[in-house]
């Protein structure tokens, strides 16, 4: 079974910068086919779909909120997907969680069967 264990949370200044990093293991040998996606979801709002990236071809896509400021990278021999963040925000603030799924890109809650555990990313004004 797939599983994911992201990690990389902390504390930062605005304007400064945050790796995230997800650990993924139980793939197939047709993980080609998976997307992996990063969703955040702050206090009191709707879990938010803001990048994701597939594990064949390494496409990816970002949402509005973050194009620009966040990369979004994958090293398949470690199995690991990262997500880089610069200039952060104070409105970055909240619990980021890594996902996965078979489907094509995808930002989409509905569309990820598999979920990592959260990691806290705030970020001080």
């Known amino acids: 079974d797939v599983q994911l264990q992201a990690s990389g949370g902390g504390l930062v200044q605005a304007g400064g910068s945050l790796t995230l990093s997800c650990a993924a293991s139980g793939f197939s040998d047709d993980d080609g086919d998976f997307t992996m996606g990063w969703f955040r979801q702050a206090p009191g709002k709707e879990r938010e779909g803001i990048s994701c990236?597939?594990?064949?071809?390494?496409?990816?896509y970002y949402a509005d909120s973050v194009k620009g400021r966040f990369t979004i990278s994958i090293d398949n021999a470690r199995k690991m997907v990262y997500l880089q963040m610069n200039n952060l925000k104070p409105e970055d603030t909240a619990v980021y969680y890594c996902?996965?799924?078979?489907?094509?890109?995808?930002?989409?809650?509905?569309?990820?069967?598999?979920w990592g555990q959260g990691t806290q990313v705030t970020v001080s004004s």
């Open positions: 996902a996965a799924t078979r489907r094509t890109l995808s930002t989409s809650t509905a569309d990820y069967v598999y």
């Open positions: 990236i597939r594990l064949g071809d390494g496409s990816s």
